[in-house]
């Protein structure tokens, strides 16, 4: 299979486009040509071609040709650094270490541990041989074609995460980016360019596109997004029995114990709940702290707050990336607030936004209740709320109220930490950390009811973009097998010898069952048609 160019998909031919928005100033920077919906089908349709041949190549040869891949990352670092600062609003430093870094060392990692996950795996131990007479052995299959849709938090790391396993697992990918980021979209088709023609294929569009492709139909669907959105695309691809692996966010929490070092608990959970100005799937957004520790913290964490640079390219917090969103904060604080919340930092829009840019300062809310809006819905914004606690029970029962992409537990003691992590209800628990998980390749990523289900990532987010066959070959090829027809006595004594042997709990009626099992096994051979 020739290195060249990868396929780009067709673009509209009714002159739509979309709008690449910097949302720190409020400027429109670019015009992109959006994808005709009505010719999605036909690109999935083209990459079914292509995926045999790119399957056939073995693990290591795919995992060669996608080291290319990261090196071109390298090689564009400033393009994707100043586009993902522009127009997802981030501070540089941010789009480095968030969208440069991440998707490398996740690369890296699939090159050395694909070809090793997808080796064909020997199942069966003696029970196969004795039971059966065959030798198992489990493939790690391709699905095909592989559709994956993906957000704007982080442009071009997300993109990666949703799609990377499927292309070493042997698939091909059709990918539609954000529609609010598609400056970003078009990098990736050059950071996909050393791929052979048709292997990854890049669409842009909105929630039109993105329907057609569910539609098209793909073999497997890959959605990073929203549970609302979510819902719809398995709506929609139940149509066509297609399987879906799915990342929707969460509302996730943190919970500090008495015992916990208050100033690195302080300094974590601010970063943890304010990174990418809170544009997080698994950012904190609820903090339960004991009470007897909470005056503390709260103070810890309001002055350091304050120390935060919120402006231009090079501050600690950048601005909101998408006008709904914006929205849907300013509405929130607005509603905590009415219904008489204590705002402790934060709560207002920047003074710029006249221009349209997109800044709201990070905000900390103090006795959120139930009927808020800041507390039944995501915020996906940088606001937290502090909820005071008795004890670690409280704490813990109050985190499984909402949903939980990931969680956190602040406490110096690791068997207390291990307590709490065995009883909340999460994809991943953190101790004395929050917001670096999604960042280790090597363990599974995804989420438990309403933020998703299947991986993403480690050797499960491999696998999942396979279709796990089962191959079983008879010992004695030239044997008939004893539970064959016609049945007989040997065949009614074969079974009730093998219900002996697994059902009974004497030892020597077992002992018994063996040698029955076996010798009706060489009478019955004899007698079969």
């Known amino acids: 299979m020739a290195t060249t160019r990868t396929r780009k998909a067709k673009t509209s031919s009714n002159g739509q486009s979309l709008k690449s928005f910097n949302p720190r100033t409020g400027e429109v920077m670019r015009e992109i040509p959006a994808t005709n ?3 999605v089908a036909d690109i999935v349709a083209q990459a079914r071609k292509v995926q045999p041949e790119w399957a056939a190549i073995a693990p290591q040869g ?10 071109r990352i390298y090689d564009l670092m400033d393009d994707i650094v100043e586009t993902v600062a522009a127009e997802a609003g981030k501070p540089r430093a941010e789009a480095l270490a968030h969208d440069i870094v991440p998707p490398m060392l996740m690369l890296s990692h699939l090159e050395r541990t694909a070809p090793k996950a997808l080796r064909s795996q020997k199942v069966g131990g003696i029970m196969g041989p004795l039971l059966f007479g065959t030798s198992s052995r489990i493939d ?3 699905y095909g074609v592989v559709g994956a849709i993906t957000p704007w938090n ?8 949703g799609f990377a396993p499927a292309l070493f697992a042997g698939n091909v990918v059709v990918i539609k980016p954000s529609e609010v980021t598609p400056a970003c979209g078009e990098l990736m088709r050059q950071i996909l360019e050393p791929l052979p023609p048709g ?8 929630g039109d596109v993105g329907a057609a492709l569910v539609d098209a139909p793909c073999d497997k669907i890959s959605f990073i997004g929203s549970p609302a959105t979510g819902r719809k695309i398995c709506e929609a691809a139940a149509k066509h029995l297609t399987p879906v692996v799915m990342e929707l966010g969460g509302k996730d929490a943190a919970i500090v114990l008495e015992d916990a070092d208050i100033d690195v608990a302080s300094s974590g959970i601010l970063w943890g709940a304010f990174f990418n100005a809170g544009q997080t799937c698994c950012s904190i957004e609820r903090a339960f702290v004991v009470d007897s520790v909470a005056d503390d913290f709260e103070d810890k964490l309001v002055s350091k707050l304050q120390l935060l640079r919120q402006g231009g390219e090079d501050g600690d917090v950048g601005s909101l990336t998408f006008k709904g969103q914006f929205d849907k904060i300013v509405g929130q604080v607005a509603d905590a607030k009415k219904k008489g919340a204590n705002i402790l930092a934060g709560g207002e829009e920047g003074r710029t936004n006249e221009g349209g840019s997109l800044w709201f300062a990070p905000t900390v809310v103090k006795g959120a209740t139930e009927e808020m809006d800041i507390v039944k819905e995501e915020n ?9 606690v008795q004890d670690q029970e409280e704490a813990i029962r109050r985190a499984n109220e909402s949903f939980n992409l990931t969680a956190s537990v602040w406490t110096k003691d690791r068997k207390r930490a291990d307590d709490v992590a065995t009883k909340v209800k999460a994809g991943g628990i953190g101790s004395n950390d929050h917001g670096t998980l999604p960042g280790m390749p090597w363990a599974p990523w ?3 009811g309403e933020s998703g289900f299947g991986r993403l990532s480690g050797e499960l987010g491999i696998r999942e973009f396979t279709v796990p066959t089962h191959i079983a070959h008879s010992l004695m090829p030239g044997r008939k097998k004893p539970f064959w027809y016609p049945y007989d006595e040997t065949t009614t004594g074969l079974f009730s010898s093998m219900a002996r042997l697994f059902g009974s709990r004497d030892v020597g009626e077992k002992i018994g069952a063996v040698v029955s099992v076996l010798g009706n096994f060489s009478k019955s051979a ?3 048609l």
């Open 154 to 161: 982080y442009p071009i790391t997300n993109c990666f995460l």
């Open 140 to 142: 790690w299959r391709p």
């Open 199 to 206: 292997v990854a294929n890049v669409m842009q569009g909105g």
């Open 62 to 71: 795919r995992a060669n040709i996608l080291k290319e891949v990261r090196y």
């Open 37 to 39: 919906p009505g010719e």
């Open 380 to 388: 996906f914004g940088p606001i937290l709320t502090i909820t005071r």
């Open 526 to 528: 004899k007698t079969r």
């Open 446 to 448: 995804g989420g438990v």
